[in-house]
């Protein structure tokens, strides 16, 4: 039976004993709940509020249930309501009246805050080792691919040509940037709300400076009131997920678009692809398509949560309950998907030819020929913007891509290109275009270089 006061005229039925308890998904927390209950024991004794002696009864008791949960002896029982009081009461069981005193200066309200906060602050760690690594799977693709031509995309048509190492930095500066939130979350979020009680502190002679110092926090949080409901580090965490497996649904959808024929700019490793169930010859992109479709479940993950505590009056409300499966949904998704997303851009095939026939495909050069107008002839660019549609015109007209085009029949699409000499077929050669855009962050093959240089040292590669 569960602990817990008893001031109900009635016992409670079982469908409200199933509608209340958390303990079938809270004990997930079981290990910080431990953590925590050993540092709370510790600073109790360190006050003198307990003895040295009840407290080592109560660590060792809290090691022996540590270990049931972990070797799968431990019973699960509803009727315990939550992961805390499962433990207590066993702990009880083994050692005695110590440990009754165990919840000395202390609510399961700061209790269940201080073990969330653990995870998450422990998970926010994990992801960015993930993320990190996430990040040199991409830079190792790009390092062997910074002189391969593909056609850059704006509005999903052919733009100016880049190099597919190039593309592969832009993910990799996303994935740098969720790792940068997560690690702002982290700094942002480590207090310790161990000791803030039900809502506004205890009368013991606690030190919660030495239990936030045991559980690794910098401090303990400043206000009990605000601490027992604060759940803005569950949100960040969320949302933290969210946006990396925004990140993670684009480059699925590119991946999906590549290994179809239309496209066929990569080759799935087989390890990471299914075939159909009636169709012999289909391989299917299976895992970018998951990766993608997983995304919308932690959206549902961070805006339920966002629901949940948009009505709330201070303090602590059983609505926030229901702040724990999302989160653990929401964490379990990205790290299996930050896995084999990576192992997927390791694996995959590149196929050059195919991506370097494609950017002759939509006349990717034509901006090149008017800023060579700009730069060489002194027109203005409105002026050379013109003159440059009437080339593509020719272009398409001859069946040609601009990059293919003579001296000629240049100079006969406009009187104001009839002098302009054959050093322009230099400017429209594509990879030429492509080394052209040497601007810092641009595309040539140097800069994406430079670029796979700087992220080997933040990946300590």
Request: charged content about 25%; proline content about 2%.
């Amino acid at each position: 039976m569960s602990t817990k006061t008893k001031l109900l005229k009635d016992e409670t039925t079982d469908l409200l004993d199933e509608f209340n308890a958390s303990i079938m998904f809270d004990k997930e927390l079981y290990s910080q709940d431990i953590k925590g209950s050993i540092a709370h024991s510790a600073m109790l004794c360190e006050q003198g509020i307990i003895t040295e002696d009840e407290q080592k009864q109560i660590e060792k008791g809290l090691l022996q249930v540590k270990a049931e949960i972990q070797s799968g002896d431990f019973v699960w029982s509803i009727k315990d309501e939550d992961i805390h009081m499962a433990i207590e009461t066993r702990l009880t069981d083994i050692i005695g009246e110590a440990g009754k005193k165990l919840h000395t200066a202390r609510s399961r309200n700061d209790q269940v805050a201080t073990d969330f906060r653990l995870y998450v602050q422990e998970k926010n760690q994990n992801i960015m080792k993930q993320l990190k690594s996430t990040v040199a799977s991409f830079v190792g693709v790009a390092q062997e691919h910074t002189k391969t031509l593909i056609p850059g995309m704006t509005h999903l048509q052919h733009a100016q040509p880049i190099n597919f190492g190039y593309h592969m930095l832009a993910y990799a500066n996303m994935f740098k940037r969720d790792y940068e939130r997560f690690e702002s979350s982290h700094k942002r979020n480590n207090v310790s709300p161990l000791g803030s009680a039900a809502l506004a502190g205890t009368p013991h002679d606690i030190n919660r400076f030495s239990t936030a110092e045991k559980l690794g926090f910098d401090e303990p949080t400043a206000c009990a009131l605000d601490t027992v409901s604060d759940r803005d580090f569950a949100l960040e965490i969320l949302f933290n997920i969210s946006t990396a497996m925004m990140h993670v649904s684009r480059i699925s959808e590119e991946l999906i678009l590549w290994c179809s024929y239309e496209f066929k700019f990569v080759t799935m490793s087989d390890k990471y692809a299914t075939t159909s169930s009636i169709m012999p010859q289909k391989k299917n992109p299976d895992v970018p398509e998951l990766l993608r479709g997983k995304t919308g479940r932690v959206y549902g993950n961070l805006m339920s949560l966002l629901t949940v505590m948009k009505g709330l009056p201070l303090a602590y409300n059983k609505d926030t309950q229901e702040d724990k499966e999302g989160v653990f949904d929401s964490v379990k998704t990205i790290e299996i998907s930050l896995e084999i997303l990576s192992e997927v851009i390791k694996t995959m095939n590149v196929n050059v030819d195919r991506m370097e026939i494609a950017c002759k495909i939509g006349h990717l050069s034509a901006t090149d020929l008017a800023d060579y107008l700009v730069q060489k002839v002194n027109m203005p660019f409105r002026t050379a913007y013109y003159i440059t549609k009437d080339v593509v015109k020719v272009a398409n007209d001859l069946n040609k891509d601009m990059s293919e085009l003579t001296l000629e029949e240049i100079q006969g699409a406009n009187a104001e290109v009839s002098k302009i000499d054959k050093e322009i077929l230099k400017y429209l050669n594509l990879r030429n275009s492509m080394n052209a855009r040497n601007s810092y962050g641009g595309t040539s093959t140097e800069q994406t270089k430079m670029q796979v240089d700087k992220f080997k040292k933040w990946c300590e590669l």
